[in-house]
């Protein structure tokens, strides 16, 4: 089971960033996906969630409304839309699909002026 995340950087408040994670060693088709994230002296949260054809997502409060999960099955590949990026959400990002002993580098995001 592998997880490669890309696309984060640097970002000013009110930008925008794509998030890209693709999965493999299992059946992804068949797995909800999720992204979560872990700030500078934080615990790792639960960002979003979307179910294993997509028809259902989930959202911390925190981000409802300004990020948005989807995936293309055919490429393995969950992806994350950040928009109205604050500071407050500045982390690691990281994306797993129910493995919870196995993480990928994750990817740095940064929202600052």
């Known amino acids: 089971v592998q997880f490669v995340e890309s696309g984060g950087g640097l970002v000013q408040p009110g930008g925008s960033l794509r998030l890209s994670c693709t999965a493999s060693?299992?059946?992804?088709?068949?797995?909800?996906m999720s992204w979560y994230r872990q700030g500078p002296g934080k615990e790792r949260e639960l960002v979003a969630r979307?179910?294993?054809?997509?028809?259902?997502?989930n959202y911390a409060d925190s981000v409802k409304g300004r990020f948005t999960i989807s995936r293309a099955n055919a490429k393995n590949t969950v992806y994350l839309q950040m928009n109205s990026l604050k500071p407050e959400d500045t982390a690691v990002y990281y994306c797993?699909?129910?493995?919870?002993?196995?993480w990928g580098q994750g990817t740095q995001v940064t929202v600052s002026s």
């Open positions: 797993n699909g129910g493995f919870p002993l196995r």
């Open positions: 060693g299992f059946t992804f088709s068949s797995a909800a």
């Open positions: 979307i179910s294993s054809v997509g028809g259902s997502t």
